[in-house]
Nanobody, 119 residues
């Protein structure tokens, strides 16, 4: 079994920072990419950022310049550093990965972590 476990969500005030972490575990042979999506109340899930094994990144325009994605390959962990948070960043943040495991090539999702930006 393969799973992604997120941590680091919480309540912050506008302008503050927060770092999310996501660790992949289980029977993993290799990971192609890891990334983050988010879903705000009443809205569709949207792409936030992704990073490949070679550290290539893709970041949504809505968070570019404020959010940074990084990855620790030996630990199978991805981080999302979020700075200058805005109320519109409030959402459940989901970790996502495409990887090879005992069960073949999988797309795996975490359970989500809530980020609330409010004064």
């Amino acid at each position: 079994q393969v799973q992604l476990v997120e941590s680091g969500g919480g309540l912050v005030q506008p302008g503050e920072s927060l770092t999310l972490s996501c660790a992949a575990s289980g029977s993993i042979f290799s990971i192609n990419d890891m990334g983050w999506y988010r879903q705000a109340p009443g809205k569709e899930r949207e792409f936030v950022a992704t990073i490949t094994t070679g550290a290539g990144t893709n970041i949504a325009d809505s968070v570019k310049g404020r959010f940074t994605i990084s990855r620790d390959n030996p630990k199978n962990t991805v981080y999302l550093q979020m700075n200058s948070l805005k109320p519109e960043d409030t959402a459940i943040y989901y970790c996502n990965s495409h990887l090879w495991s005992d069960w073949g090539y999988l797309e795996v999702w975490g359970q989500g972590t809530l980020v609330t930006v409010s004064s």
